[in-house]
């Protein structure tokens, strides 16, 4: 059985980085992609950044091109978001998430795998 657990989440300024990580178990995970959605307060839960696990392409919402990074460490079995020159409009619960196909996705749907959400808040 899939399961993810983020941690690294809390409170920091406008400007300021935050790492988040997802350690991940049940499973060997080189035939998985491994993303990062967040929700903010009355929206919809949205894409951030993916990585195929196994070679280690990525993908970014434009939103946070330039400023967050995702990799993963294959022998502790965690992925990680770098979050760089953090906004006020980045305050949300981040999720990881994880699905198990030969191509990329960014919609909620196509992952059948969640975490329990770590808040990130940033203040102006």
């Known amino acids: 059985q899939v399961q993810l657990v983020e941690s690294g989440g809390g409170l920091v300024q406008a400007g300021g980085s935050l790492r988040l990580s997802c350690a991940a178990s049940?499973?060997?995970?080189?035939?998985?992609?491994m993303g990062w959605f967040r929700q903010a307060p009355g929206k919809e839960r949205e894409f951030v950044a993916a990585?195929?696990?196994?070679?280690?392409?990525?993908y970014y919402a434009d939103s946070v091109k330039g400023r967050f990074t995702i990799s993963r460490d294959n022998t502790k079995n965690t992925v990680y978001l770098q979050m760089n020159g953090l906004k006020p409009e980045d305050t949300a619960i981040y999720y990881c998430?994880?699905?198990?196909?030969?191509?990329?996705?960014?919609?909620?749907?196509?992952?059948?795998?969640w975490g329990q959400g770590t808040q990130v808040t940033v203040s102006s």
């Open positions: 998430a994880a699905r198990r196909h030969i191509l990329i996705a960014t919609t909620t749907s196509a992952y059948g795998y």
């Open positions: 049940g499973s060997t995970f080189s035939s998985y992609y």
């Open positions: 990585i195929k696990w196994s070679f280690g392409n990525t």
